[in-house]
């Protein structure tokens, strides 16, 4: 697998020399800075590949180019901004980069209610409590219909929550939910956050799965002929927030999105901590089946908790079989290599660090994408695949 490091260009803390410490050999970057449906100019694509390369790396994979949202309500407006987004591609086929990762959630990306979870180890973790979220949902955010979303158990609990929480908690609860963590799409204040919810009233999983498809129809043909390979993010987490549909969370989903437009590029990123948020996704039997078309692995654990909530775990812990998923994508790899594909690795990057060491206490620190949280997660990454290296498993 190629070991890969997401970086969020120049202004990241994160170094490209740090990136080459960490012996990753592949960039996962993006052009953050154009995140409203334009399209990517090709010279500052080519800036950025540079940028990338005098520091001896290779730019493998984008992650991402926004989606707009009138690709996911279905305004008459997606049709301009579909050619926006086939530009991009062509843009970055020129530059040599194929592999572009993309999501489909809508409103939100992906979602934390704590940036700074204090584990047994000292080490802080990135964590959702589904009886905070609920909290602020329904007695800070007010949400229209919201209780629709809940049990009476879980409201009781929430209403019970609001009262334990100060106000500086249920504020900082709500800065990490609404204004933004790391490369998501817009930050808003509740009032525009109510207005964005709002977009989606009669929008159900239904209607998105329709959107999601013309989207692909429309997108996919051009990645097909530029020589890309397009590879969707699941939904984080994956089930609905805020009332609001979600349509990359099951095998199931993934089964629609492979055979809405069946080609080889039309394919998946693979984050194990999104899907493994889910105890009913078997993790590794979904690598064995969608293996084919999964095209970039984003290789994280959780720990699901028994109220649903849930926090980021060390990477060879928690509820994801981490070893077996790594032999099960060397395998894929080993197959398509006697198929004689070109395509035949698969890059990887080690997801959502823990905040570790000299790291804690910075200010400037993107959260879940420290430097040494990652670097630890990397080399134990490592050790697996160097172990099915060297039995020969794969």
């Known amino acids: 697998m190629e070991q890969c490091w997401r970086w969020y260009g120049p202004d990241d803390p994160v170094t490209l020399d740090h990136v080459k410490q960490a012996g990753a050999t592949g960039v996962v970057s993006a052009l953050h800075h154009i995140y409203d449906g334009r399209a990517w100019p090709e010279a500052e694509v080519l800036e950025r590949k540079r940028i990338i390369q005098e520091a001896g790396l290779t730019w493998s994979v984008v992650e991402s180019i926004p989606v707009h949202n009138s690709f996911k309500i279905g305004a008459q407006e997606r049709e301009r901004y579909a050619g926006y987004y086939r530009d991009s591609i062509r843009a970055l086929a020129r530059a040599g980069i194929a592999t572009i990762c993309y999501n489909f959630m809508p409103v939100v990306d992906w979602t934390r209610t704590d940036l700074a979870y204090r584990l047994p180890t000292t080490g802080y973790a990135l964590r959702f409590d589904a009886v905070d979220f609920a909290a602020y949902d329904l007695f800070v955010l007010k949400r229209k219909n919201g209780a629709d979303s809940y049990t009476p158990a879980r409201i009781a609990q929430a209403e019970a929550r609001l009262k334990e929480l100060s106000p500086e908690k249920m504020d900082q609860i709500e800065r990490n939910l609404i204004a933004g963590l790391p490369a998501t799409e817009r930050k808003y204040d509740r009032d525009s956050f109510r207005e964005a919810l709002a977009d989606y009233d009669g929008i159900g999983p239904k209607e998105l799965r329709g959107n999601l498809a013309w989207f692909l129809r429309e997108i996919i043909p051009v990645a097909e002929e530029e020589g890309v390979r ?55 039997a979904m690598v064995k089946e969608f293996g084919d078309r999964i095209h970039f692995a984003h290789l994280r654990n959780i720990t699901i908790e028994d109220d649903g909530s ?27 290599r006697k198929e004689g594909r070109a395509d035949w690795q698969i890059p990887m990057r080690p997801d959502h660090g823990h905040l570790l060491a000299d790291d804690i206490g910075k200010t400037r620190i993107n959260p879940g994408y420290s430097l040494i949280g990652r670097l630890k997660g990397l080399a134990e990454l490592r050790g697996i695949m160097r172990a099915v290296e060297t039995f020969g498993l794969a």
């Open 230 to 284: 397009m590879c969707i993010h699941p939904d984080d987490p994956p089930f609905s927030l805020y009332g609001l549909p979600r349509v990359v969370s099951t095998a199931e989903d993934a089964r629609f999105i492979l055979n809405a437009v069946d080609s080889q590029a039309n394919g998946l990123t693979f984050c194990t901590g999104s899907y493994g948020t889910r105890a009913d996704n078997d993790i590794v």
């Open 310 to 336: 849930f926090y980021e775990a060390e990477h060879l812990e928690g509820g994801t079989d981490m070893a077996h998923v790594i032999l099960a994508l060397m395998q894929e790899e080993a197959r398509r």
